[in-house]
Structure formats: C-alpha cells, structure tokens
C-alpha cells in the first residue's frame, strides 16, 4: 500500500475522529473509521471501533463481520468464527450486507484452515464460490486448504479456474506455479512463476522460479541473481545468497532468527544439498512443518508437504543417487 494513500488515510481517521467529538455517539461514524484503521493496519484501534458500533446497535451485521476480521488479524480464530456466524444470522435479508457474504464465508474458511479443520474450510469457500462464481480470492484460498489436505488433483483443478477468471493476477499464478512444482511439473512452473513476478517481487516465487528451473535443467542464476537484487536484505533474502554461492548452509540456518525461518532454511538447505547431488545430505533437512501460529501464514513448503507427487519425486531421486 503506498506512502500517499496512508497519509490520506491517516487525514481521513483525523477528520473522523474530530466528527465524533463533536456529534452524539454514531455507530456507523466508528464504523467508518475502524475501517480506516483497518486500511491503516492499526488492528487494535480498528478493533475498539467495531466494538463500539455494537453496543450502539446490536443489530449490526457488518460490525461483527469486521470486528471478526480483527480477532482473526490477530489470531483469535474462535472468537472471528462467533463473530462472522452472528453477522450472517444478522445479516439474512439484508440486502445491503447481502453483497459481503462471500467474503465472509472466505474468512470462515481462513479460520478453519488455521484451526486444522480443512473439511470445514473446503465448505466455506464451496459456499463463497456458490454465492459469488468469479470470486478468484475464494478458489485460490481453497487450493490452499486442498494442498494442505493432499489433495493436490483437487488444487491444480481450483487453480487454472482462477487463472481463467483473473488472468493477470500474480496471486493465481504464483499459485499455480506452487501447485505445478510440487507435482513436478517443474516447466509449468517456471512459466506460471514468472508470469507471478511481473510488476512485482516476491522473494519466494524468486526463490522458487529458480528451484524451478534447476529442477527443469534450465539455467536460472543469473535470472536469480537480477531478481535477488530487487528484494530487501531481510529473511529470506540470504537464500539466494546460498544459491548464488555467497553463504554456506551453517551461515544460513544462523541468520534465521524465528522458529518459521529455521523451518524454512532447512527445506531450502535440503534443496541445495539436491542440486548438487547430495541426496544422503539432503534427507536429513525433508522434515515434517510445525502448525503455524497466531496471524502467521503457511510458507510455499509448507502447503507441498503433502504432496504424494512431491514426496515421491524426492524418495525416488533420493533412492537413485544412494543405490
């Protein structure tokens, strides 16, 4: 989000709060402005604002939809799943909160996904796709899940239908190319993964276009090399750096500082250990991911873990290089 449109938004809550200091209790004047918290990213204050409509109007469906979107912000998923389920009992027959269910089942389906209940948030997002056809967000959260779950027909099925629906997205095609690696369709990977950085950087689809082209026998440092360039020197940059030669895999694990970084630096390590035919060395980095925690999100590796496809490219490239 650029510079200047936060600064109009920081104008834009100054305005509003001075209207609530001299007018009577407006739900939706708090409601406007936990908006503009929430575009901010000032979850807290947001969250205080959504509260107050609420007791104003106990009635207000959009309220406990936006107050769940807080809890879930910061990790409250039980408490975001109350929230969004009195929104939409509140909200039938609503014809202006009608047009926001979709993305309230997709915020249900996010929760889920975090509390481990993968069936339940595969019946959420079906429901937002059923109410909004072309909601690309809802088939790309679903992938997400489906990958989770191991079923990776499933996910490449949701993808390509994002895809059609928002062809320019970086988003579904990054996606895309996730689901294509870990099926080791690592061609069609490469090509949905750099379509993923057009206009944008993403240190992870840079990460894994190269893993991508290894894999595929193309050639890709320097295309890693120019991309790294445009990326920020903080996690995960110093993978590159491994793949480029400038670190050892002892310095890399050394400069992940979080428990997800350590995770991540491992399944990277294991993949350079590959690449250069070390497949004994490699095995000992291949671990099982820990569940993610509070608002934090699932890395690219993570959601392939259970990949049949991927696991079995791994155990036979493993198996050929030890007989």
């Not at 949701?158 to 996606?175: F, G, I, M, Q």
């Amino acid at each position: 989000m650029g510079t200047e449109w936060l600064r109009k938004a920081g104008i834009a809550i100054a305005d509003a709060s001075k209207i609530l200091r001299c007018l009577p209790p407006s739900a939706m004047a708090y409601y406007h402005r936990g908006l503009l918290y929430i575009a901010g990213g000032e979850i807290e204050k947001a969250f205080i604002d959504f509260n107050r409509p609420i007791l104003l109007n106990p009635e207000f469906p959009h309220a406990y939809c936006n107050r769940g979107y807080c809890h879930q912000s910061t990790g409250n998923h039980g408490l975001a799943l109350a929230d969004f389920q009195k929104a939409i009992i509140l909200g039938r027959g609503n014809h202006c909160f009608h047009n926001l269910l979709p993305l309230v089942h997709w915020n249900r389906g996010i929760s889920y996904k975090f509390l481990g209940e993968y069936e339940r948030a595969i019946g959420e997002h079906n429901t937002a796709i059923r109410l909004s056809p072309g909601y690309a967000a809802a088939f790309r959260e679903r992938t997400s899940v489906l990958m989770l779950s191991g079923q990776f027909t499933r996910a490449m099925s949701d993808l390509n239908e994002a895809v059609k629906l928002r062809p320019r997205t970086n988003e579904s095609h990054k996606a895309l190319g996730e689901v294509c690696f870990f099926n080791g369709d690592f061609v069609e990977a490469a090509k949905h993964l750099r379509h993923a950085l057009l206009g944008k950087s993403d240190p992870y689809t840079v990460l894994f276009l190269y893993l991508a082209c290894a894999k595929a026998g193309q050639e890709g440092s320097a295309e890693l090399k120019r991309n790294a360039a445009k990326l920020p020197s903080s996690w995960p940059a110093p993978v590159a750096e491994l793949y480029l030669g400038g670190r050892q895999p002892e310095e890399l694990l050394q400069s992940a500082s979080t428990p997800i970084e350590r995770g991540e630096a491992a399944f990277y390590i294991g993949e350079w250990h590959l690449l250069r035919d070390n497949p004994s060395e490699a095995i000992a980095f291949f671990k099982p991911p820990d569940k993610p925690v509070a608002n934090s999100s699932w890395s690219m590796w993570q959601r392939g873990w259970n990949s049949p496809i991927w696991k079995g490219l791994l155990n036979s490239t493993i198996g050929a290089q030890s007989a």
